[in-house]
């Protein structure tokens, strides 16, 4: 076993007893005691990572769940007045909602330039009178 090697020396993967799918198994058991204690350490640490996992996985599931519930609310609302039955016709309406907004924006910037034409044109005519 590797305890008997002197420390330093590299010893090849045939001289360890077992199959090289128990080598990776428990690579920890050829480093001795303080091997085992970081074994156990690391094992520690990963169950307490597996908790917060399982956990935080949990509340992405009940937060799912909740916001799921708030969108079939929606629809449901949005199909008893008529508007939408599915998340393509919210996407559509969302569409639709985008174009008007850019023509609301476009005539209202055309409405800065139609009183500026129109003082324009006030002031063209008291010159010609």
């Known amino acids: 076993m590797v305890e008997d090697s002197p420390p330093g020396k590299v010893v090849p993967v ?3 007893e077992g199959t090289t799918e128990q080598l990776h198994m428990s690579p920890m058991r050829f480093c001795g005691a303080s091997g085992k204690q970081k074994e156990v350490e690391l094992n520690t640490a990963l169950q307490a990572c597996a908790k917060e996992l399982t956990k935080m996985s949990g509340d992405f599931k009940a937060r799912h ?10 629809l449901g609302d949005l199909k008893a007045r008529g508007i939408a039955t599915d998340i393509p016709g919210l996407e559509s309406l969302l569409r639709q909602k985008t174009a008007v907004a850019k023509e609301i924006a476009a005539v209202e910037q055309r409405a800065v330039e139609l009183s500026q034409t129109r003082e324009e044109r006030v002031g063209l005519r008291a010159e010609l009178k």
Request: charge should be neutral; aromatic fraction near 16%.
């Open 14 to 16: 045939d001289f360890f």
């Open 65 to 74: 769940q909740r916001i799921s519930g708030e969108v079939g609310n929606k």
